[in-house]
């Protein structure tokens, strides 16, 4: 079976670019690439006829000879020399192959064939901002300190003397990594020298080792947003740790911790006040004053014959929602409360009131009720 001709393998025009070769290449090896197409038993073949064309076409002296004599350059008796396959062709040099389709397929998420690694982004920090629930209710302006590489001031974060500019690795030829054979495979490795920045420092900043940062305490005002809540995270773009030799920044990410409050607790957007009132208040009704989260005070009536957990709502008296849309209630909840240290006078009172009772307490009668019938059938 003949070859197909190598630029229709690629689907370009025979006066195609280097550029228009490459993004044709990459485009096609993407598309017939065994590991995503392996249900496909021609994948492979395909695979390798793209890349058996590429090897030729990006290559100026094979080119120029394909162009003028087309496959019979490459085959033995026409002077270009070589046994089939020498070139990439039957069998494949592989080696050669694999190569360019691992660095046009995942090249530029490796940081691609020019130049080395940008220079490091710095760290993300964390800080840890313990607040009360009346800052979380209002929000408020913080100041905290935060310990942290930032920029030298002497190089300007650039790691070098005077502020110089890097210069290219030697070793690497500022690429970041080099290469080397090792059989049937070419090993592509971070460069030694300079650890696969691509750059390296003659002169390296007396005051940062030639890091381009160093360590400082600094003061930072935080703005805490009304309505927030134990575990809400505030990022602070470009405050963490400084980037190595210039590069950027990290973020620094506050976490927000509302401290126990003595009065209140806190359900999302909904505050809880237990609140005791006394036998008679409960028994007779009357009023009591609730706090608010605020400051405030509401008065709040508390129905005759109340019981123990009985709850009234505040509207609107509970947290702020985060990003707006309304807040939550505050819920008053009873605790009505036993009376203690009594006298002689209210002690007789009490006994008065006990036995003069009648049908006073509803729920002692429904569970008394239920205990006598659970003992009848028992003893049935």
């Given at each position: 079976?003949?070859?197909?001709?190598?630029?229709?393998?690629?689907?370009?025009?025979?006066?195609?670019?280097?550029?228009?070769?490459?993004?044709?290449y990459r485009k096609k090896a993407m598309e017939l690439h065994p590991d995503r197409n392996k249900d496909d038993p021609n994948?492979?073949?395909?695979?390798?006829?793209?890349?058996?064309?590429?090897?030729?076409?990006?290559?100026?002296?094979?080119?120029?000879?394909?162009?003028?004599?087309?496959?019979?350059?490459?085959?033995?008796?026409?002077?270009?020399?070589?046994?089939?396959?020498?070139?990439?062709?039957?069998?494949?040099?592989?080696?050669?192959?694999?190569?360019?389709?691992?660095?046009?397929?995942?090249?530029?998420?490796?940081?691609?064939?020019?130049?080395?690694?940008?220079?490091?982004?710095?760290?993300?920090?964390?800080?840890?901002?313990?607040?009360?629930?009346?800052?979380?209710?209002?929000?408020?302006?913080?100041?905290?300190?935060?310990?942290?590489?930032?920029?030298?001031?002497?190089?300007?974060?650039?790691?070098?003397?005077?502020?110089?500019?890097?210069?290219?690795?030697?070793?690497?030829?500022?690429?970041?990594?080099?290469?080397?054979?090792?059989?049937?495979?070419?090993?592509?490795?971070?460069?030694?020298?300079?650890?696969?920045?691509?750059?390296?420092?003659?002169?390296?900043?007396?005051?940062?080792?030639?890091?381009?940062?160093?360590?400082?305490?600094?003061?930072?005002?935080?703005?805490?947003?009304?309505?927030?809540?134990?575990?809400?995270?505030?990022?602070?773009?470009?405050?963490?740790?400084?980037?190595?030799?210039?590069?950027?920044?990290?973020?620094?990410?506050?976490?927000?911790?509302?401290?126990?409050?003595?009065?209140?607790?806190?359900?999302?957007?909904?505050?809880?006040?237990?609140?005791?009132?006394?036998?008679?208040?409960?028994?007779?009704?009357?009023?009591?004053?609730?706090?608010?989260?605020?400051?405030?005070?509401?008065?709040?009536?508390?129905?005759?014959?109340?019981?123990?957990?009985?709850?009234?709502?505040?509207?609107?008296?509970?947290?702020?929602?985060?990003?707006?849309?309304?807040?939550?209630?505050?819920?008053?909840?009873?605790?009505?409360?036993?009376?203690?240290?009594?006298?002689?006078?209210?002690?007789?009172?009490l006994k008065e009131f006990d036995e003069a009772g009648q049908n006073n307490h509803p729920e002692s009668s429904s569970f008394?009720?239920?205990?006598?019938?659970?003992?009848?059938?028992?003893?049935?």
């Amino acid at each position: 079976m003949s070859k197909r001709d190598f630029y229709e393998v690629l689907g370009v025009a025979k006066g195609a670019s280097e550029a228009e070769l490459k993004k044709a290449y990459r485009k096609k090896a993407m598309e017939l690439h065994p590991d995503r197409n392996k249900d496909d038993p021609n994948a492979e073949a395909g695979f390798k006829e793209v890349n058996e064309a590429y090897d030729v076409l990006k290559d100026a002296d094979k080119k120029a000879a394909y162009d003028r004599f087309g496959h019979a350059a490459f085959e033995g008796g026409m002077g270009g020399g070589g046994r089939p396959g020498q070139h990439g062709f039957g069998g494949g040099d592989f080696s050669s192959a694999f190569s360019d389709v691992f660095e046009d397929l995942f090249g530029d998420f490796m940081g691609g064939r020019g130049g080395g690694q940008r220079a490091a982004r710095g760290s993300d920090l964390r800080y840890n901002l313990r607040i009360s629930l009346e800052e979380a209710f209002s929000g408020k302006q913080r100041t905290i300190s935060v310990q942290g590489s930032v920029a030298c001031d002497t190089c300007h974060g650039t790691g070098a003397e005077g502020g110089a500019e890097p210069t290219n690795c030697p070793t690497c030829s500022g690429m970041g990594k080099v290469r080397a054979q090792q059989g049937f495979f070419t090993v592509e490795r971070t460069c030694p020298t300079c650890s696969g920045r691509g750059q390296i420092i003659k002169n390296p900043c007396k005051s940062c080792a030639g890091a381009g940062r160093t360590q400082k305490e600094r003061s930072l005002s935080v703005n805490i947003p009304a309505g927030v809540e134990t575990g809400t995270r505030i990022r602070l773009a470009g405050e963490g740790e400084a980037g190595l030799r210039g590069g950027p920044a990290g973020d620094l990410y506050i976490f927000i911790e509302v401290r126990e409050h003595q009065i209140f607790s806190r359900e999302n957007h909904d505050l809880f006040c237990r609140i005791p009132v006394s036998f008679a208040t409960a028994a007779l009704g009357g009023e009591i004053e609730a706090p608010t989260i605020d400051g405030g005070r509401s008065r709040v009536k508390v129905p005759a014959g109340s019981q123990t957990g009985k709850q009234m709502r505040l509207r609107g008296k509970g947290m702020p929602a985060l990003r707006g849309g309304g807040g939550g209630d505050l819920y008053i909840e009873l605790a009505v409360e036993t009376p203690v240290n009594l006298s002689a006078k209210q002690k007789e009172l009490l006994k008065e009131f006990d036995e003069a009772g009648q049908n006073n307490h509803p729920e002692s009668s429904s569970f008394f009720g239920k205990v006598k019938t659970f003992w009848d059938t028992m003893k049935g």
